[in-house]
């Protein structure tokens, strides 16, 4: 990952998104397309699509640690922030969905075998719509660090994923959020198959103390910005791990 940092830097074009072919995550061998792209009718794929209003929405889905009727154990906190376009201007009423290991670094999924405890009283999924300002809040548990195979001792920094709709399902962008000074960033390739730093960086969630409850939750604030040369980076245009 360093060599392909230094040629990059060396005189690269500007990169701000994952890259779809990068070596170190061994799967975007397998994953990403090989043959050009085919032309469809939009509006078909609109006729297969779910559809979401305000009604679908409970607003105690945004809280991921009431989910199953007992406290999950792990660090409660609070995870809030605005999604916007490129000018800054507010992306309203905006379906958010996340998803995320629990404490321990596992998914309440069948394929996920990390020997690491279930929490019977967390399911790790949430969803929300953004106000009228974008703005989005959720209040869930911080996530575990956990292994993933793509190499020896190999081990995910610990994130949430974020999947955002637009008015279509065709809109739909994914997404991952990171945690501050996190050790496992330099050896991750998933997090470094944007080779742009500052690209990067735009991943991190900030703590912010004026997000945290007494004796309750910790805080930590993140925007998604979905276009222009800020933009988040995401993963419409490679595939990330479960």
Same mark, same amino acid.
């Given at each position: 990952?360093?060599?392909?940092?230094?040629?990059?830097?060396?005189?690269?074009?500007?990169?701000?998104? /994952?890259?779809?072919?990068?070596?170190?995550?061994?799967?975007?061998?397998?994953?990403?397309?090989?043959?050009?792209?085919?032309?469809?009718?939009?509006?078909?794929?609109?006729?297969?699509?779910?559809?979401?209003?305000?009604?679908?929405?409970? +607003?105690?889905?945004?809280?991921?640690?009431?989910?199953?009727?007992?406290? /999950?154990?792990?660090?409660?906190?609070?995870?809030?922030?605005?999604?916007?376009?490129?000018?800054? !201007?507010?992306?309203?009423?905006?379906?958010?969905?996340? #998803?995320?290991?629990?404490?321990?670094? !596992?998914?309440?999924?069948?394929?996920?075998?990390?020997?690491? /405890?279930?929490?019977?009283?967390?399911?790790?999924?949430?969803?929300?719509?953004?106000?009228?300002?974008?703005?989005? !809040?959720?209040?869930?548990?911080? +996530?575990? /660090?956990?292994? #993933? !195979?793509?190499?020896?001792?190999?081990?995910?920094?610990?994130?949430?994923?974020?999947?955002?709709?637009?008015?279509?399902? @065709?809109?739909?962008?994914?997404?991952?959020?990171?945690?501050?000074? *996190?050790?496992?960033?330099?050896?991750?390739?998933?997090?470094?198959?944007?080779?742009?730093? *500052?690209?990067?960086?735009?991943?991190?969630?900030?703590?912010?103390?004026?997000?945290?409850?007494?004796? #309750?939750?910790?805080?930590?604030?993140?925007?998604?910005?979905?276009?222009?040369?800020?933009?988040?980076? @995401?993963?419409?245009?490679?595939?990330?791990?479960?």
């Amino acid at each position: 990952m360093a060599d392909l940092r230094e040629k990059w830097a060396a005189g690269g074009e500007a990169e701000f998104q /994952p890259r779809r072919d990068y070596p170190p995550y061994r799967s975007t061998l397998l994953r990403h397309p090989t043959k050009e792209p085919q032309q469809v009718d939009p509006e078909g794929v609109e006729l297969w699509a779910p559809c979401f209003g305000h009604r679908d929405v409970d +607003p105690l889905e945004a809280d991921l640690t009431i989910a199953r009727g007992g406290v /999950p154990q792990g660090e409660r906190m609070v995870v809030a922030g605005r999604v916007v376009d490129g000018e800054g !201007r507010p992306v309203r009423h905006q379906l958010v969905e996340i #998803w995320q290991a629990n404490a321990g670094g !596992r998914y309440v999924h069948q394929r996920d075998q990390h020997p690491a /405890p279930l929490d019977p009283f967390f399911t790790g999924m949430g969803r929300c719509l953004t106000d009228a300002d974008g703005n989005y !809040r959720f209040t869930t548990v911080k +996530p575990g /660090p956990y292994p #993933w !195979r793509n190499h020896h001792n190999a081990w995910r920094p610990a994130h949430i994923h974020f999947s955002l709709f637009g008015t279509e399902f @065709t809109q739909r962008l994914v997404t991952q959020m990171y945690f501050p000074g *996190d050790p496992l960033f330099a050896l991750d390739p998933i997090y470094q198959s944007i080779v742009d730093e *500052d690209a990067r960086a735009r991943l991190v969630a900030t703590y912010d103390h004026d997000l945290t409850t007494h004796e #309750w939750a910790t805080g930590y604030r993140w925007d998604v910005v979905l276009t222009g040369t800020h933009r988040t980076p @995401t993963e419409a245009d490679t595939e990330g791990d479960a």
